[in-house]
Structure formats: structure tokens, C-alpha cells
Nanobody, 115 residues
Framework: QVQLVESGGGLVQAGGSLRLSCAAS????????MGWYRQAPGKQRELVAY???????TYADSVKGRFTISRDNAKNTVYLQMISLKPEDTSVYYC?????????WGKGTLVTVSS
């Protein structure tokens, strides 16, 4: 199993920036992709971005140009740099890792963007 610990959420004004981090431990050798999802109140969880072990990156259309995902394999950590934040980005952000026999979620970190 893989354990995930997220950090970096908080309250920010519209137009501001935040950086989320997610550190993985446990069976990290099984990890292929690392990514971020988010879930706003009353809405379904949605993909924000993910990055594979080979460096391939996918972003949701709603965050392209504003969010940047990166991965430090030496630290088993994935980051999400968020700029130009909008009130509609307010959500609980969840870290996710996938690989052979691995499907793990973090507990989530709340990002609140005030207008």
C-alpha cells in the first residue's frame, strides 16, 4: 500500500497563488502516475492534473495555463503550483497515485479562494 500526506491548502484571495504538496510512502516502487483531483461541495470529484513516471502530463481544461504539476521522484512527492486562483477553484484537493496493484488517495486539503 501507499500512504499519502497532503499539505499546502488554505485561504487565498482571488488572483493569488498556492502550492500543494503530496508525499508518498510505503510501496512507492509500484507508483506510475501521481496526480491531483478536487471535489467542490455538491459536485463530483474531478481530475485536476496528473503526471506519469515518464513525465507525461495531463491537465483539466479549466486549469490549463494556471496550474502546474511537477514530481520529485527522489522525494516521492508531487506538487501542484496554482496561480491566478479563482473562486471556482474552491474545493478539497485530493492526491492520487496509481500503479500495478496501487490505487491510493490522500485525505484531502481544503483550498478556499475568496472573491
Amino acid at each position: 500500500q501507499v500512504q499519502l500526506v497532503e499539505s499546502g491548502g488554505g485561504l487565498v484571495q482571488a488572483g493569488g497563488s498556492l502550492r500543494l504538496s503530496c508525499a508518498a510512502s510505503g510501496s512507492i516502487f509500484r507508483i506510475n502516475s501521481m496526480g491531483w483531483y478536487r471535489q467542490a461541495p455538491g459536485k463530483q470529484r474531478e481530475l485536476v492534473a496528473y503526471i506519469t513516471s515518464g513525465g507525461s502530463i495531463t491537465y483539466a481544461d479549466s486549469v490549463k495555463g494556471r496550474f502546474t504539476i511537477s514530481r520529485d521522484n527522489a522525494k516521492n512527492t508531487v506538487y501542484l503550483q496554482m496561480i491566478s486562483l479563482k473562486p471556482e477553484d474552491t474545493s478539497v484537493y485530493y492526491c492520487n497515485v496509481e500503479g500495478p496493484g496501487v490505487h491510493s488517495w490522500g485525505k484531502g486539503t481544503l483550498v478556499t479562494v475568496s472573491s
